[in-house]
């Protein structure tokens, strides 16, 4: 006796020149497609429920959201604030969130290159190429905010930085172009 295979007919098969494929039906019903099974010891057609298949989605990120220390923490009159304890921060507008809030990675706590808190104002602002002259590090859509050279700018969400607050790229970007020089930044 020959072994059992199994043949499922997909799609593609039913779009086949081939009669023998084209002739295997698989019909949509309740969100699950009925496919046509042939085994192999038999001639006998024989249909199944099988669960129509998913692309392979990921998991979107829970959003990010801000607790009422956060928004304590963070006049309304400040345009730009970061979170050091949630590494996070975000843009507002008389208290009202603009952007974000978005990941952030700040200098190492306690270290000679913790961010420092405070109040400050953006004192410049610099492009995608910008290249630290200290760490010759690059520093891609620099906004500096504090002495020292401290900065929001592209960088690893996962390697503290030298005190400046590490944003993707794309949230550096976005920063560089609605901070302006002036705008205060609160760091807490």
């Known amino acids: 006796m020959a072994a059992a295979s199994t043949v499922v007919v997909t799609a593609a098969a039913m779009a086949s020149p081939r009669p023998a494929i084209r002739r295997a039906i698989a019909t949509e019903s309740n969100a699950q497609r009925s496919t ?9 057609l024989r249909h199944q429920a099988v669960p129509a298949p998913t692309a392979a989605q990921p998991i979107p990120p ?3 959201t801000l607790t009422a220390l956060d928004r304590e923490s963070c006049p309304a009159k400040a345009t730009a604030c970061v979170d050091l304890t949630r590494h996070l921060t975000w843009l507002q507008s008389a208290g009202r969130v603009t952007f974000g809030p978005v990941r952030a990675e700040p200098g190492p706590p306690g270290s000679a290159h913790a961010t420092p808190r405070g109040i400050f104002q953006v004192s410049w602002k610099a492009g995608a190429t910008f290249v630290s002259n200290i760490y010759n590090e690059p520093m891609p859509w620099a906004v500096f905010f504090a002495p020292g050279g401290i900065a929001f700018h592209g960088g690893s969400l996962t390697t503290p930085s030298h005190g400046c607050v590490h944003l993707t790229d794309e ?5 560089n172009d609605h901070l302006p020089v002036g705008a ?3 760091v807490f």
Do not use: M, R, W
């Not at 046509?36 to 006998?44: E, F, K, L, S």
């Not at 949230?171 to 920063?175: E, F, K, P, R, T």
């Open 36 to 44: 046509a099974v042939q085994t192999a010891t038999g001639n006998a």
């Open 62 to 64: 829970s959003p990010l």
């Open 171 to 175: 949230n550096a970007h976005y920063y």
């Open 184 to 186: 205060e930044v609160v």
